[in-house]
């Protein structure tokens, strides 16, 4: 017994290492393994690793490698991604009146962004898939991380990025490792569209959170936070949400440690996204019936997406976690943003929806008070400046002092 892929809808098969991602049916398709491979791990394993020399047990990732992609050591392709912090802060628990509250920063990857771990797994079944051209539609950050992948296993990294609509760090990042930035008159999910024409049409691989392979990468946040938990799961786990990758990747992950007895009680999942770009949270709210696309306009750039690929695996994820899906302004977005910069944490707009959705649920006392509550940072606080900056300056939160370069001018600034 081995992998395949399993189409979530039809339940038809194939084989793991054919180049596909939906099924004749049209349905996503699912990494599934054997569960007696999930339970030859476990937490004994997993801890055993962790002070590891070897490349593999040191990356976040691939310290779970049996249940996130089973290929030989030499296809792996590792920086390695992963090992990110868990933080604490008395400001912002008091800030959002909750008792046990920590961050995950997945800003702390390679590239900047948890986009990282979905590739390094995607990258890896490209390599061993002999695949050497690779291409992604992104709102910057999967450009980011492809580009660096990509430059890493000496391949070529094609990405369509959204004109105007990305900030000039990502961009810069994909351009600097190599890659090829096509520019799309057009949003992202024009950009979505063309690049799965791409991928068909001219046998380019595709590693966008559509590849299965990025999700069962993406597992690895949760897997990660609930060992440096140690194996005893918060009750929610809120994340910011746009193409619904990692929402999907969530749900999965809780299923398998649920399946497996990694951990017995399972963390509730919330999504938020920005009120500008809102279609899952739309949906939520008359229980899943369908996906009404949007125009997405929001300062969040990362989670600008109207049309969510994803979206049949992650309602799954909502409905099987017994969670939610919420919305935020991008006034709250910003806001939570400044509390997290402020009190040394950090992070880009989109990751900031966590904190903002977190506030609005205490303040309607869906999540009590007393609930453990871990919220994901996808991105880190250098991804986006000309927003930190414009956001400061607006709210006149804090701005640049100028100076006629005496020290009399330096001495009145201190308080
Ligand atoms: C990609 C991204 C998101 C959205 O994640 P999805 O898996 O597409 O929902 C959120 N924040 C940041 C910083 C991102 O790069
Ligand atoms: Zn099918």
Redesign the pocket.
């Known amino acids: 017994m081995k992998e395949h892929l399993r189409c979530i809808e039809c339940g038809a098969k194939y084989d793991i290492n054919e180049v596909r991602y939906s099924c004749d049916c049209t349905g996503l398709l699912a990494v599934e393994r054997p569960l007696e491979v999930l339970e030859s791990l476990g937490p004994e394993v997993f801890d055993s690793r962790l002070g590891s020399r070897n490349a593999a047990d040191r990356s976040g990732v691939w310290r779970f490698r049996e249940a996130v992609n089973n290929l030989d050591e030499g296809n792996i392709v590792t920086l390695p991604e992963g090992l990110t912090n868990l933080y604490s802060r008395s400001n912002l628990s008091k800030w959002v009146d909750c008792d046990q509250l920590a961050f995950k920063h997945e800003g702390e990857n390679p590239s900047g962004?948890f986009?990282d771990r979905g590739m390094t797994v995607a990258v890896s079944q490209a390599k061993r898939l002999g695949k050497k051209i690779y291409a992604c539609a992104s709102?910057g950050?999967?450009s980011a991380s492809l580009a660096l992948y990509a430059a890493l296993n000496g391949g070529q990294a094609l990405v369509f990025i959204p004109s105007g609509k990305i900030s000039l760090g990502k961009l810069s990042q994909a351009l600097a490792y190599g890659a090829t930035c096509i520019s799309i008159t057009g949003d992202f999910d024009k950009s979505m569209q063309l690049v799965k024409q791409a991928a068909e049409e001219l046998g380019i691989y595709l590693v966008n959170?559509l590849n299965p392979f990025r999700v069962e990468g993406q597992k690895t946040i949760i897997w990660d936070i609930l060992q440096q938990l140690k194996w005893q799961a918060p009750d929610w786990i809120i994340t910011?949400?746009?193409?619904?990758?990692?929402?999907s990747a969530f749900g999965k992950a809780i299923e398998e440690a649920v399946a497996a007895k990694w951990i017995t009680k399972k963390p509730k999942i919330a999504a938020i996204q920005a009120s500008g770009a809102n279609p899952f949270a739309t949906s939520f709210k008359h229980n899943f019936e369908s996906l009404e696309p949007v125009t997405a306009n929001t300062v969040a750039s990362?989670?600008q997406i109207g049309n969510p690929v994803n979206f049949p695996k992650a309602k799954r994820t909502i409905t099987q976690t017994n969670g939610l899906v919420e919305q935020v302004t991008d006034k709250e977005i910003l806001e939570a943003k400044y509390m997290l910069d402020k009190n040394a944490i950090g992070c880009?707009p989109?990751?900031a929806c966590s904190l903002a959705g977190l506030k609005k649920l205490r303040q309607n006392n869906t999540i009590k008070k007393t609930d453990s509550v871990v919220c994901i940072l996808?991105?880190h606080i250098l991804k986006d400046t000309e927003t930190t900056l414009n956001s400061l300056k607006d709210s006149s939160y804090n701005e640049i002092v100028e100076s006629d370069g005496s020290i009399d001018s330096i001495s009145k600034l201190l308080k």
């Open positions: 962004s986009k709102t950050n999967t959170s910011p949400a746009g193409n619904l990758g990692n929402t990362a989670i880009e989109a990751s996808t991105g």
